[in-house]
């Protein structure tokens, strides 16, 4: 049960989940690692202050994670980048390059010290960072606030029932939660369509996508044309089968979108909204009844055309149909209801806040979303390239029928199969 889960860092597990090359991997970075040198770092950024490291570790894909203890109970959590593995990352042929991992730390980095600024966001604060692979410690790492709290998944692990994703007495509260973020997201307006850089200064701006570095893109028809063959690229020399046919038909079927025009009234704003494409459950910091303590992933945020904030998280037992295909199994079935009323929800709690000033965010314009916004023909096609990043060939095969069908369907008779199942 929930009340007996071992809560923050007590319940970190070491790396036990893990056997093989992983394991072996996790090792030997920890043998790297200076503990020395870090615990000075950190002392020093406190004049001083004492301090010791926790003895266990959280570790994902690419970060090590622990606790700096100081002797005044100021507690801080460190993250130590691990180096890739090789095949490792979105079905990439050969991990990242040591410049595009630095990129993506130092976008993931300014990202959070832009969205903390700029909306209510529960964020850890970053104290400090040192992106120098040769540096004492011994590898890129960032010292960042430390969030008592555990993730929804594991949460959600320990409550009985079947469920997919978050438990039903808690699934409309966690989603709102879930809402909220994925708005104030979209109200954050930028010129451009990137990944968050700093300029050199103490400004933010949209600069290539860290993704594919590619961009920044001027207008939503620039991204269209040209993202989805860098996308491609990205996922290694070798494509699987119909990816390239599903970026192909993508590409042919976007030419058609019609240019945006924001209407006083209609929630939309100039500009581009952020999005972040990893708010699933493994990267919410929440108590045992599901409160969001903190956001902790923020290495896939971009600003995106409008219809590409309408986002699906995945792992919260909620779904779209892939167009014009007809899935009558019960679980589907029920994920695709799930979904719809996740999108009411969105709009719901939209509609709630457009009254509102959010604090530290008022100079923002409100972008509100809406259920139907979900289901418009250029969200759903938007769609396929997420999908087309799991690298499967059954998934870009059905995903390239559901392009197809798209091109030969109109908005009314789209929104009529989404919202009429």
């Given at each position: 049960m929930a009340e007996s889960l071992p809560f923050g860092s007590a319940a970190w597990t070491s790396g036990e989940e893990y056997g093989g090359e992983y394991a072996v991997r996790i090792n030997q970075f920890i043998d790297k690692i200076n503990e020395k040198a870090l615990l000075s770092y950190a002392s020093l950024?406190?004049?001083?202050?004492?301090?010791?490291?926790?003895?266990e570790f959280s570790v994902g894909s690419f970060n090590l994670v622990r606790k700096i203890q100081f002797d005044d109970g100021v507690e801080w959590a460190v993250r130590l980048r691990m180096p890739p593995m090789l095949g490792e990352g979105s079905g990439m042929a050969s991990p990242p390059s040591r410049e595009r991992m630095i990129l993506d730390i130092q976008s993931e980095l300014a990202t959070m010290e832009f969205v903390r600024q700029n909306t209510d966001i529960p964020i850890p604060r970053v104290y400090a960072y040192n992106?120098?692979?040769?540096?004492?410690?011994?590898?890129?790492?960032?010292?960042?606030?430390?969030?008592?709290g555990n993730t929804a998944e594991e949460v959600s692990r320990n409550y009985p029932g079947e469920h997919e994703g978050i438990p039903a007495q808690f699934e409309e509260k966690?989603?709102?939660?879930?809402?909220?973020?994925?708005?104030?997201?979209?109200?954050?307006?930028?010129?451009?369509?990137?990944?968050?850089?700093?300029?050199?200064?103490?400004?933010f701006v949209a600069g290539q996508l860290v993704e594919t570095g590619t961009g920044p893109y001027n207008s939503a028809a620039e991204f269209y044309a040209d993202y989805p063959l860098a996308l491609s690229k990205s996922l290694g020399e070798q494509p699987v089968s119909g990816q390239d046919e599903l970026v192909h038909a993508f590409h042919s079927l976007a030419a058609s979108f019609p240019s945006p025009i924001a209407q006083v009234g209609d929630g939309s704003a100039e500009g581009f909204g952020l999005a972040n494409y990893d708010l699933n459950p493994n990267n919410f910091l929440v108590d045992r009844e599901f409160n969001v303590l903190a956001v902790i992933d923020w290495d896939s945020v971009v600003s995106v055309p409008d219809a590409a904030l309408y986002r699906f998280p995945f792992l919260m037992g909620v779904s779209c149909a892939v167009p014009g295909v007809v899935d009558a199994h019960p679980a589907v079935m029920k994920r695709e209801q799930l979904g719809r009323r996740f999108a009411e929800v969105v709009e719901e709690v939209g509609q709630e806040q457009a009254g509102k000033d959010w604090e530290g965010a008022n100079k923002w314009p409100k972008h509100l979303l809406t259920k139907s916004g979900f289901f418009?023909?250029?969200?759903?096609?938007?769609?396929?390239?997420?999908?087309?990043?799991?690298?499967?060939?059954?998934?870009?095969?059905?995903?390239?029928?559901?392009?197809?069908?798209?091109?030969?369907?109109?908005?009314?008779?789209?929104?009529?199969?989404?919202?009429?199942?």
């Open positions: 950024l406190r004049g001083g202050q004492p301090c010791t490291l926790s003895p992106l120098n692979a040769q540096n004492a410690v011994g590898c890129p790492f960032s010292i960042i606030e430390y969030v008592d966690f989603w709102r939660h879930v809402a909220k973020i994925m708005i104030q997201l979209a109200s954050i307006r930028l010129p451009k369509i990137g990944s968050i850089i700093r300029d050199g200064s103490d400004s418009s023909k250029e969200a759903v096609a938007f769609r396929s390239l997420i999908y087309v990043k799991m690298s499967q060939d059954w998934v870009n095969n059905t995903w390239l029928q559901g392009l197809k069908w798209l091109s030969e369907h109109n908005e009314l008779q789209v929104a009529q199969f989404y919202l009429q199942g």
